[in-house]
């Protein structure tokens, strides 16, 4: 399931028709990054995302996230199905881990797999308080004169693309407010660098097939490329058109951190929708320190 970014790996093919693409983009792309802030307390989420483009089923995912004292992990999977896997079949697993320091989440790797019938990539970043030490793709992609070059400060200050789509709200309150969409953020994939940009939209209510009920805020998003991409690519100047992506989140129990419920994108072929249909999320005790 995001990357241009991704709550999951992609959906994508090797190489589908042109509005294929647009629509793997769309559904695979919502790599969320925004500035960590200290996280409350410790919890956890199991949740499960459906895809559909204009109604119909095209992907299914899922995404765990586990925040604990002084560690945090987090792991998606997803894969095309239905209509759109008999002609883009593709599959695609991707995670995050890092470390608690006073409070605040700091990744230190990020690992990112997808497959098709053609081919696998994988992704490999490691970080060191926010800046690239060190990142592959495997295989190793053809160079493209025309793709703009990540330089080396591309890759000072950013976030993964995991680690990223945990958004911390500050302040005691509750954290599903309009004050959340005040947020934008530099993110790096491994491929490409881009920044995300939230406005505040609304607020709704959801109600999960199961787990999750009640407040969402919702907020418009917006994609603005940096580098590491081909500016001719239809998707890319698509997105970054775009002012009518919205994006819903919902809070992990336990923390101040919301993450994506629904995406919502529209495409020349219909919307795009990812939405979760479970939403378990629960808060964890805090270590008991031993005594002797």
């Given at each position: 399931m995001p990357t241009c970014p991704h709550l999951a790996p992609k959906?994508?093919?090797?190489?589908?028709?042109?509005?294929?693409?647009?629509?793997?983009?769309?559904?695979?792309?919502?790599?969320?990054a925004w500035a960590a802030e200290p996280a409350a307390a410790q919890g956890k989420l199991e949740a499960q995302y459906e895809a559909t483009l204009s109604g119909i089923p095209v992907g299914k995912g899922a995404w765990t996230i586990d925040i604990g004292d002084d560690v945090f992990a987090a792991a998606a999977s997803g894969g095309t199905t239905g209509l759109l896997k008999s002609f883009a079949g593709g599959s695609g697993t991707g995670a995050s881990q890092g470390r608690?320091?006073?409070?605040?989440?700091?990744?230190?790797?990020?690992?990112?797999?997808?497959?098709t019938s053609k081919k696998t990539e994988e992704i490999r970043i490691t970080l060191d308080k926010g800046n690239v030490k060190e990142f592959a793709i495997v295989p190793e992609p053809p160079v493209d004169a025309d793709r703009i070059v990540v330089t080396e400060?591309?890759?000072?200050?950013?976030?993964?693309?995991?680690?990223?789509?945990?958004?911390?709200?500050?302040?005691?309150?509750?954290?599903?407010?309009?004050e959340a969409c005040h947020n934008s953020a530099p993110v790096f994939d491994g491929r490409m660098r881009y920044e995300l940009r939230l406005d505040f939209k609304r607020m709704e209510s959801v109600k999960a097939e199961k787990g999750y009920k009640g407040p969402v805020v919702v907020c418009s998003l917006y994609f603005v490329p940096v580098a590491g991409y081909i500016p001719d690519r239809p998707v890319i100047k698509y997105l970054a058109a775009q002012r009518n992506i919205e994006i819903a989140f919902a809070p992990v129990a336990g923390t101040r951190v919301l993450v994506p419920f629904w995406l919502k994108v529209p495409t020349p072929l219909g919307p795009?929708?990812?939405?979760?249909?479970?939403?378990?999320?629960?808060?964890?005790?805090?270590?008991?320190?031993?005594?002797q």
């Open positions: 959906l994508r093919s090797a190489r589908p028709h042109p509005a294929g693409r647009l629509v793997l983009a769309a559904l695979g792309g919502l790599v969320l608690v320091v006073n409070g605040a989440l700091v990744a230190t790797g990020y690992q990112a797999s997808t497959t400060a591309h890759r000072r200050g950013v976030w993964d693309p995991m680690t990223a789509s945990l958004l911390r709200v500050p302040g005691t309150g509750d954290p599903v407010t309009p795009a929708m990812l939405e979760a249909t479970s939403f378990i999320t629960a808060a964890q005790p805090p270590k008991v320190a031993k005594t």
